[in-house]
Structure formats: C-alpha cells, structure tokens
C-alpha cells in the first residue's frame, strides 16, 4: 500500500491528451512539491517534473504538472508511441520523514 | 556526464547482509550538494526509498528500514554503499542507487540513476 495513490492503469490514443491523477495527503502533497518520473519497462526510472510543475532540460513540454492542494496531476498532451511507460509520482512526507511514491500508473497508448 | 553504476552479489542468503556498492563516474562525490541515494523495487511494483547519504558521512534513513541499513560513502573512491542486515524474500528487489540534487536532501530531485541491480533472496 503506497502513500500517495495513483490509479494502476490510463490509456489514449495517439495524438490524445491523458492525465494521471495522484492523492495525497497534508503531510505528503499538501506541504511539499511533487515530483513525477516515467519508467520504461527494464530501465531506471526517468525524472519527468520537478518542484510540481518544472521541467528539466531534455523533457518536451507535453509534459506538464500540476497541484493542487493534496493532489497532484501529470498531463501529457499529443501522446506519443513511446510515451507508453510506467509513471510515478514522489513527495517528501513530513511525518514519515522521507520522500514517498506513488504505487505507479502503467500508460497505454492505443 | 555523471553515471552511477551499482554492484554486487545477486542472490543473498535469507538472514544474511545484501551489500552493495555504487561507483560514481563523471563527477565527484564531493562537489555541489547532493545526496546520494539508495531505491529498491520489487518485481512489478513500485518505488521505495531506502536512505541517503552526503558527502560529509551524513545518513538519513527510511524509518521503516532504519534498524536494519547502513549508508557509507567512500569520498576518496566516489562511490557509496549500502548495507541491508537480516534479510528476507520481501527484500528482493531491483535496487537502484541515485543522486539527489536537492541542496536540501528533503525533496525526492532524483537526477541521475544507476542502472539497478537485482539480488534475490533465497536459500
């Protein structure tokens, strides 16, 4: 059972926009920034937003993050073939005192 | 370019220590202020924190495994490592090692990932 809650599974077809949810709580989201990363099946995951809603260098602003209160929402726009990965979000929890994921949210592109 | 590489045995008896080690390359454990990181997950699952550590030897750990695990960071060899007493099948897992770029250490800012390393433990 992980801390912040995605849902297991989103899908779009190409060229669709998608957005994948995240829940937290005060302690998690609702005082701290959220971060998302994509994993690709078999490699490391990949840091996708930062600070809630900034991109690294590198990222194409079809990604784009969001929050408020104590949820926080990745969307990407235009989906792409190899935009079909495993995505989790991140925050720092002030009552467990470490930086806690999402459970992961498994995108398919139809 | 920083790259990050985990090494290690792969398989750990149950009850013993998974000890890894992390060798950092194209930058130095000592510049900037980051923390160097340990994450596990298991098979088809996601993501948890295990602990971190900075340049000075200064660790924090996931309370949930804080008994159990040592961070150390060899500075002179740019590379860290990770000891996990007391083992069990719950602790197999794909563990990663990465850099924290947060000047804080209290956001989880993970640039830089190593490719991660599996160990299983069994008898």
């Known amino acids: 059972q992980s801390v912040l809650t995605q849902p297991p599974s989103a899908s779009g077809a190409p060229g669709q926009r998608v957005t994948i949810p995240c829940s937290g709580s005060s302690s998690n989201i609702g005082s701290n920034y959220v971060y998302w990363y994509q994993q690709v099946p078999g490699t490391a995951p990949k840091l996708l937003v930062y600070k809630s809603d900034q991109r690294p260098s590198g990222v194409p602003d079809r990604f784009s993050g969001s929050k408020s209160g104590t949820s926080a929402s990745l969307a990407i726009s235009g989906l792409r073939s190899e935009d079909e990965a495993d995505y989790y979000c991140?925050?720092?929890?002030?009552?467990?005192?470490?930086?806690?994921f999402g459970g992961g949210t498994k995108l398919t592109v139809l | 370019q920083v790259q990050l590489q985990e090494s290690g045995p792969g398989l750990v008896k149950p009850s013993q220590t998974l000890s890894l080690t992390c060798r950092v390359s194209?930058?130095?454990?000592?510049?900037?202020?980051?923390?160097w990181s340990w994450i596990r997950q298991p098979a088809g699952k996601g993501l948890e924190w295990i602990g971190h550590i900075y340049s000075s030897g200064s660790a924090k750990y996931n309370p949930s495994l804080k008994s159990r695990v040592t961070i150390l960071v060899d500075t002179s060899k740019t590379q860290f490592s990770l000891k996990l007493s007391s083992v069990t099948a719950a602790d197999t897992a794909i563990y990663y090692c990465a850099r924290n770029s947060d000047s804080s250490g209290y956001r989880p800012h993970f640039d830089y990932w190593g490719r991660g390393t599996l160990v299983t433990v069994s008898s």
């Open positions: 194209g930058g130095s454990i000592n510049s900037g202020n980051y923390y």
């Open positions: 991140a925050a720092w929890d002030d009552s467990l005192i470490g930086p806690v």
